[in-house]
């Protein structure tokens, strides 16, 4: 396994993401290509003991695309920016999988343009697991597209079963369509359309409506909306989850010594609920839909969630992901020429 990693993107870069490889390097036993400014990749490198021992190296980017930058016009006039190197060197085959921390819109931009879409697929998705008490529900589109016609939304379902089936070991998951109710008739016009869509895949097990609340429950497996909602979605649960933590911290403080004994005696079980809590166990979100593994992390990822996002682009690879979308495009284009010839 050999995954190329933009060393440049992220708000800790290069720090958090070189130290997040080596850890990964050595858990994961893969190799890894950190792509971008060589010099300054190397001093960081030259701080982790026996990196040498690891299967790591360095691919030279003299350029960076930055945050503020528009994606597609970075992505098109900065050819050696290390999101866009590390992109390349997956469709030129010499690279398993990227990773990058850096600009979304730059991740998904290089990877629509250089992977290209898989055939069949109107737009990527980005797919991001949300723990709940049942283990974990698959949300997306996490903030690839912001605007989803209904037939986006249906294969992103698609593409969200089957990862959820293959990589966390779902059997035929339950997926629901994000909506202000459980009623059929309940939402926008696009939420309307979509369901109707969906009724008719005989690929997806689509149970209906999800309400927001289904959504921590775990009442779904797969649950799909556009881009814009889904970031909104995510971007909540991951500030919710700290608050909960930080109003526990605070409670056992102000509650005398009492409330430090209990917490004393809970604290195995608050460490296992901060896990489980924690977005850094899973670390990366795979971008579904396109001819090649491509893995985003959040901005503000550190060394940890590093180290969890290569792992994620181990099991995608592994799980054949990209092979098992194909194949159901395949499967669903017969099913429907079949039912046109009835």
Not at 54 to 59: D, F, K, P, S, V
Not at 304 to 332: M, Q
């Amino acid at each position: 396994m050999k995954i190329a990693v933009d060393a440049m993107g992220g708000d800790f870069a290069p720090e958090q993401i070189v130290f997040g490889a080596v850890r990964a390097a050595r858990k994961y036993q893969c190799e890894i290509v950190l792509v971008g400014d060589e010099t300054a990749i190397r001093s960081v490198l030259e701080r982790e003991k026996g990196w040498e021992d690891l299967n790591i190296t360095i691919h030279h980017a003299s350029e960076v695309i930055g945050m503020g930058e528009h994606p597609a016009d970075a992505v098109r006039t900065k050819k050696d920016a290390s999101v866009v190197v590390a992109t390349q060197l997956v469709k030129d085959g010499e690279c398993d999988a990227v990773l990058s921390a850096g600009s979304t819109g730059a991740a998904v931009t290089a990877a629509q343009l250089i992977l290209k879409r898989i055939r069949g697929i109107g737009r990527p998705t980005i797919a991001t697991p949300m723990p709940t008490p049942k283990g974990v529900t698959l949300l997306l589109d996490s903030g690839a597209n912001v605007d989803s016609k209904p037939e986006h939304l249906v294969q992103s379902g698609m593409m969200g079963a089957l990862y959820a089936e293959h990589v966390f070991g779902k059997e035929n998951p339950r997926v629901g369509l994000l909506n202000i109710g459980e009623e059929e008739t309940k939402g926008n016009e696009q939420a309307k359309a979509t369901y109707q869509l969906l009724k008719t895949m005989r690929t997806i097990n689509f149970i209906g409506n999800a309400e927001g609340r289904d959504v921590p429950k775990g009442n779904f497996d797969v649950v799909i909306c556009d881009g814009f909602v889904g970031n909104i979605v995510l971007k909540f649960a991951e500030g919710l989850a700290k608050t909960i933590l930080k109003l526990i911290k605070e409670a056992i403080k102000d509650g005398g010594i009492f409330a430090k004994l209990g917490a004393l005696l809970l604290m195995p079980t608050l460490k296992k609920l901060g896990k489980r809590l924690d977005v850094t166990e899973y670390g990366g979100a795979p971008l579904l839909g396109v001819n090649g593994c491509c893995i985003i992390s959040h901005g503000s990822s550190n060394a940890k969630s590093i180290c969890s996002a290569i792992g994620v682009a181990n099991e995608y690879v592994k799980s054949n992901v990209l092979g098992h979308i194909r194949d159901a495009l395949t499967k669903e284009e017969m099913l429907a020429k079949d039912g046109e010839n009835r």
